[in-house]
DNA sequence: ATTTTTATATTTGTCAAACCTTTTGCGTTT
DNA sequence: AAACGCAAAAGGTTTGACAAATATAAAAAT
């Protein structure tokens, strides 16, 4: 029973004005864990009592604890696994998962139009044109190889739109590979898995391949010569080049909002 | 009933070899509600229906439902509450619980040590030199104050440390804010959340704030007088500064590794 | 003796039915 | 008209049980 709050009666304790509870029982038992987690009091790839044990312990019962259990789940930081050799441990901080994790956040924020298309472009070109600076200067032959594998799809002309945005995403992402810094990398996640896509989808219905295929081959060019002040302009001008185009197509998307119950 | 998979025998179908189940049947309902909510086919403020029409629904029990809905809630995709007129309503996006999404996601890469040192003081100098750039753009007044009121805080002799690094953050907040730049405003909360108080929670004993308060000064100067070139030369000065530092707090901090049973 | 099969125990996953707590809204009383 | 109180609705929690998966040990077959 860890000092848990449940079923309390309002103990007359004159002036106790502060925080009566935090919130559900569930609630509660994920934060104590999680923070346990954090400070690391609960080591990477340590098992968890059972959820028998943890219901004991804490005092409540099973299904609230398996409810605790299910959000740090959802947050990445447990896993479980059935079986005598099973339970919950504590997951690894893995790259992927937290890039996807930021990638759907702010997937989400685009896609409920929370930003302005004019926003997005500027700080696309901004941070993109910066990878180029330092892709330039820490790149490595296999990071060139990698953006000519994908200038070569690119220049497949029966490409499908959707396979297009796919290999331009994977470019970009190739550059930012180049610059060599893991914390950068893990930022721009959440531009080139996000952002990229939303405007790109809009564009490619007008037929501007060429056009972006041109400027790639150039920015790689200016990368591999590690040109920065080139390569960062070359990026900038690409993006936001974007902009008169991106504007047409949305007046087109406008008209597009679908509505049905399905749950 | 909707064509979870639950109890499922082993149907002798031959050649059914593609994805016979994705997970547990709360994944399942979770990832279906997740979907509507993200296609936006469940709009905005909308409300589910009650979590036992859903078991009814869905042809599952309700801590099962549950057990989905506290993983979407989790996502701060859904919230709930009780009482006749309560119930489980689709969250409107919102930028600050999106932007903790990915600063606790951040932290925890950068507890657990997976990036370098010298990768953060990189990817800070440079992102944050480009919002001094954009800083000197586009800042307002407003902007200004803020600054000043940071640094006025930090003046203060009898400050704790744990107080200037606080300040030391939202200094930085404030020049990001400056920059006008949503996107980059969201993608930079990481940095500036979890990557500068894990390297300053380290610096600030070793006492250099006189140096740190008059690099604040000077750059919000620059960013005053909108001079570009100056305000980001500083600020990248400024961070890079810092890893000499750094390096030597870091040999303190390598005996310290508590550890401890809790849970 | 080695491999394969079977049994068993353990732990998460799911279910059912109830009870508790909070909140709202209505109806009664003052 | 305002205040109070009650009842209904919905999420929050509990209890106890069973189902499914899986590692380990035991047994059987080769």
Known sequence: M?????????????????EIVR??????????????????????DERLPTEEELAKRFGISRPTVREALKVLAA????????????????????????????????T??????????????????????????????????EDLDAMAQELLLQQDETLSDEDFC????????????????????????AMIESFIPITNMLIYRHHERRRTIGAHQRIRMAIAER????????????????RAVLDQALAHRRLEKPGGETI
Chains 1, 2 share one sequence.
């Open 2 to 18: 860890l000092g848990l709050i449940g079923r309390r009666g309002k103990s007359a304790m004159a002036l106790q004005y502060d």
């Open 23 to 44: 919130g559900s029982l569930a609630k509660q038992v994920a934060d104590l864990i999680r923070a346990a987690i954090l400070e690391g009091r609960l080591q990477v």
């Open 75 to 106: 947050q990445n930081l447990i896993r479980s696994r059935r079986g005598p050799a099973g339970g919950t441990f504590v997951t690894r901080p893995d790259l992927d998962a937290a890039a996807r994790t930021i990638t759907d956040a702010a």
């Open 108 to 141: 989400l924020l685009v896609g409920m139009g929370r930003f302005e298309i004019d926003e997005i472009v500027a700080a696309r070109g901004q941070t993109e044109a910066l990878c180029c600076r330092l892709a330039a200067r820490n790149r490595t032959d």
């Open 166 to 189: 796919a290999s331009d995403v994977r470019f970009h992402r190739a550059v930012v590979q180049a610059t060599g810094n893991g914390p950068l990398q893990f930022i721009m996640h």
């Open 227 to 242: 040109d920065e002040d080139t390569a960062a302009a070359l990026m900038q001008h690409h993006v936001e080049g974007m």
